[in-house]
């Protein structure tokens, strides 16, 4: 099977184009097998790019424990800067189909033609608590109490908001970005009762009213370099919560991404893309 190492920001996935490729394994199993950083090729998890009859391509996104998830902002900027330099589709202008519908990216090319930096209309954000989903009440909840019991069987209450980027995400604000927020807690907030489904825990740290510092424990993946829809859900809740203005710099471990909620409605999203390699992996026998 041929595949493309490709990342956005630092957040890496392993990359098939089922246009030329099939896969030997189901898709779950495949995403376990060749996202392990020791026996596999190594990554957050695996992106499926094929054809769609309502766009240019369509993204399948699965997490490394194999789940699979609705949308990866930093993915869905890679597959489009596939799509275009592999001459899938070479307009500067793409559709891409998603488990969040169909996206539109526009490609920021270089001197050389191929597409540097990815432009994401990421759509409307989902507030109503069932569709994110949460139980926590609100819609969406904003600065709600959200009690988790750490390590130590202490109870710890946090202040979240939590919106839909077509995933689900919980962001928590504080003082000062630490491994015992993200590392600590990241995974606690994950599997909590009040979220159904699981979700991205994203912890931020509010610089100025257009910068912002975070880290996001993900869904499915652990802590990751970077989390395309996790940035965007913390800039709206940071303008819900009264934190934040309409557009921001989001800092991340692995790099900066440009987010902006403008007018309300459509959130956007501008960062790089970047090809590392190809290859073919093999099937253990």
């Known amino acids: 099977m041929r595949f493309t190492k490709m990342h956005g920001i630092g957040n890496d996935y392993v990359y098939v184009d089922l246009f030329s490729e099939k896969i030997p394994l189901p898709a779950p199993e495949l995403a376990i097998a060749v996202s392990d950083r020791h026996k596999g090729i190594g990554g957050d998890g695996l992106i499926l790019i094929g054809p769609s009859e309502l766009g240019d391509a369509r993204m399948q996104m699965f997490n490394a424990d194999g789940s699979e998830s ?34 539109t990216l526009q490609m920021l090319t270089g001197p050389t033609g191929k597409a540097e930096r990815v432009r994401v209309n ?37 202040q979240v908001t939590c919106v839909s980027m077509g995933n689900p995400h919980c962001v928590t604000f504080v003082d000062e970005l630490t491994d015992e927020w993200v ?32 880290r996001v424990w993900e869904r499915g993946s652990g ?21 934040t203005d309409h557009q ?38």
């Open 183 to 214: 590392l600590g807690l990241g995974p606690l907030v994950e599997r909590h009762a009040a979220f159904p489904r699981r979700v991205n825990a994203e912890f931020a740290q509010v610089l100025s009213r257009t910068e912002i510092q975070l």
């Open 248 to 285: 921001a710099l989001i800092h991340l471990p692995g790099g900066d991404l440009e987010i902006e909620w403008l007018d309300e409605k459509e959130v956007y999203m501008t960062g790089p893309a970047t090809e590392v390699f190809s290859g073919e992996w093999f099937v253990a026998k």
């Open 70 to 103: 609705e949308m990866c902002g930093n993915g869905v900027r890679c597959v489009a800067k596939y799509v275009h330099d592999h001459g899938i589709a070479t307009k500067p202008e793409l559709k891409i189909e998603t488990g969040r519908g169909v996206l």
């Open 122 to 158: 990421m759509g409307t954000p989902i507030f109503k608590s069932s569709d994110i989903p949460t139980t926590l009440s609100g819609d969406p909840p904003v600065n709600e109490a959200l009690v988790v019991q750490d390590r130590a069987g202490v109870d710890r209450t946090l």
């Open 223 to 243: 802590e990751t370099q970077a989390c395309g829809t996790g940035a965007c859900a913390t800039l709206v809740a940071g303008v819900l919560s009264g934190r």
